[in-house]
């Protein structure tokens, strides 16, 4: 049962007041008047009730100025909620469009193996301006990417994705070739020695299915030829590509960086990647994987061969500590049994063996700080070995000690290359050179 206060302080009164005139008439003072004493009692009395009543009366009205007050602010609550989720969804519509970004990137290098640069104690040039797109219209998604270089310009990717649910998506356009550890088998700004073998951040035309939930990752891909339109592409310039593509097959005593005289190129590549990620505890990531490639080779006029590979991966992180680890193999069989074959990108022919093993194995460490407009450091040691190569070629090696540095939109790389048979390290992948080094700060501002 509830007890009213004021309720109970009426009845108190009333009893009060029906106790006190009987105390009176029961009293020794003889010259009071039994009438006017309770006359005055019940007048007070009146007056008591009176201002009770006055102040339930108060108490109601505050009582229903708090039930109007809770009523319209839940109301408020309700358009404010509305208000919200309205906002969000225009917000949602207005991601549904292309969005523009970039990078514009400079470099100094000084390299022991060109006497003029070290004359000249390095050299300063403009490296890169390029151009991103991505974004949805009408649920198709579309990422695009144009470079220029002071000799060339060349597109790195452009694709069209549709999602069928939340993990899977279908990608046709010029793709990357699901193969290794992704996004890169490197954290510096040369990649590892399995870029120059186009068997790391290599794009093809086809189509892709990727399927990125966790902790299975699978990737399926179909080219039918590389992103230059294959042996006889409508291009002005084999080489003027952002992937190392194989063009033509050397034959004996051809050059290193002649343009090959038998014209070839990659065809109808099937590609797989599956990876599982394992998750031991919150501070360890761990991603094993496997791929393969294989696909034929086409030349001027017929098929003249086939070619595969394959590579088993390792990906790594544990609290600031990236590792990674790969091992591959690739093979070209043609019908002459080259064991050598052209290859071309950023304006240059080059040469690379028909069959060989590449190893790799990168270390990275993050340590966030708070410099100025530095935010970030990124400690790393990136080795790869080329081995194995068909024809007796020497192996190729190459280790790259670094950091590398943010500063709000701005990455600079400072990279310290130790490399022998490696490709912008003075030398080539089918080359019989000495052991070169190179320092290389390269700076960009991305938007």
Known sequence: MTIHPIRTAILATLCAGLWLPLQARAGTDESASPSSAVDRKIAQMQTRIDALQKELLQLRQAQARAATERTQATKSQQVQAARLDKLAKTAAASDDGIHIGGAMRFQYSYEDYNHGNRRRIGDTDFDIFRLNMRGKVDHIELQAEWRWFQYMSAIKYAWLGYDFGRHSQVQAGITRIPFGNQ????HNYFFSSNYYLGLEDTYHAGV???FSGSPWNVQLAFFKNDAMGGVDGYVGN????????????RAPGEGIYDTPQQPAGSADTAAARV???FHP????????????????????????GHYDAYALHLNADYLQWNVQAQASHYDYRTGSGATRLAVGAYHFYDTIAARADSYTFNVKYHQPVQWGPVHSLDFYNDYSLVTHK???????FMNVLGVGVSAGDLYTYFDY???????????????????????????????
Not at 183 to 186: A, G, K, L, T
Not at 390 to 396: Q, R
């Open 208 to 210: 892709e299915y990727v």
């Open 275 to 277: 990876a599982y990620t």
């Open 183 to 186: 996004p890169y088998n490197s």
């Open 417 to 447: 290359v130790i490399g022998r048979n490696q490709p912008f390290i003075g030398g080539s992948m089918a080359g019989d050179g000495g052991v070169e080094h190179r320092f290389n700060i390269n700076f960009g501002f991305y938007f």
């Open 281 to 304: 505890d919150d501070d360890l990531s761990l991603e094993l994987g496997g791929s393969a490639l294989h696909g034929g080779l086409e030349g001027a006029s017929a098929r003249i």
């Open 390 to 396: 068909s024809g007796m070629l020497p192996s190729t």
């Open 238 to 249: 084999r080489t003027d590509s952002y992937s190392y593509n194989v063009l033509g097959v």
